[in-house]
Each structure stands twice: as structure tokens, then as C-alpha cells.
């Protein structure tokens, strides 16, 4: 089995900062990409970020010059930093990525359950 958590939500000033992390645990052979998305409330789920293996990223144009997304490979753990936060930020933020848990099987895609960041204005 596999796991994501996520953490480091929590509740922050406009033009404050957060720092998220998601862990990745279990049966892992391999770990390609993991990102992040986000769901803010009354819309659907949005990209925010992604990180490939090979460390190139790309970011949505919302977050972009103000989010970071970077990866341990060692800890299976990819963190988001955000600065200059607004309150259109708020959403709860989910950890994505795709696992190999065996070497013959594929590359699955798995999330995590997620963790509320509220901006206050």
C-alpha cells in the first residue's frame, strides 16, 4: 500500500508565507512525478505545481514568481513553498504523484487527502 500526507497547512496573512510537505510511504520502487493541486471552495480542482524526477518543474501561471516546488528524492517527499500568499489562495492543497510500487508494475497515480491553507486579507 501507499500512502501521501500532507502537511503544514494552516491559517496565515495576506503577503505572509507556508511551507507544505507530502511524505510518500509504502511498497515504492520508484517515484516519477509528484505536484500539487488545490481545490478552493465552490470550484473544481486546479494545478498549482509540478516537479518531474529529473527536478524540472513547472508552475501555473496564478502561482507563478511566488510558489516553489522542490523534491527529496531520498524521503519520497516533495514540499511547496509559498510566498507573498493571497487571500485567492486559499484552498485545500492536494499532494499528487506517480509511484511504481514493483518493479513490473507501472507507474500508478495517487493523492493525498489534502490540507487547508486559509489566507486572511
Known amino acids: 500500500q501507499v500512502q501521501l500526507v500532507e502537511s503544514g497547512g494552516g491559517l496565515v496573512q495576506g503577503g505572509g508565507s507556508l511551507r507544505l510537505s507530502c511524505a510518500a510511504s509504502?511498497?515504492?520502487?520508484?517515484?516519477?512525478?509528484m505536484g500539487w493541486y488545490r481545490r478552493a471552495p465552490g470550484k473544481q480542482r486546479e494545478f498549482v505545481a509540478r516537479?518531474?524526477?529529473?527536478?524540472?518543474?513547472n508552475y501555473a501561471d496564478s502561482v507563478k514568481g511566488r510558489f516553489t516546488i522542490s523534491r527529496d528524492n531520498a524521503k519520497n517527499t516533495v514540499y511547496l513553498q509559498m510566498n507573498s500568499l493571497k487571500p485567492e489562495d486559499t484552498a485545500v492543497y492536494y499532494c499528487?504523484?506517480?509511484?511504481?510500487?514493483?518493479?513490473?508494475?507501472?507507474?500508478?497515480?495517487?493523492w493525498g487527502q489534502g490540507t487547508q491553507v486559509t489566507v486572511s486579507s
Open positions: 516537479i518531474a524526477s529529473s527536478g524540472s518543474t
Open positions: 499528487n504523484a506517480d509511484i511504481k510500487r514493483l518493479l513490473p508494475l507501472p507507474f500508478y497515480n495517487y
Open positions: 509504502g511498497s515504492i520502487f520508484s517515484i516519477n512525478a
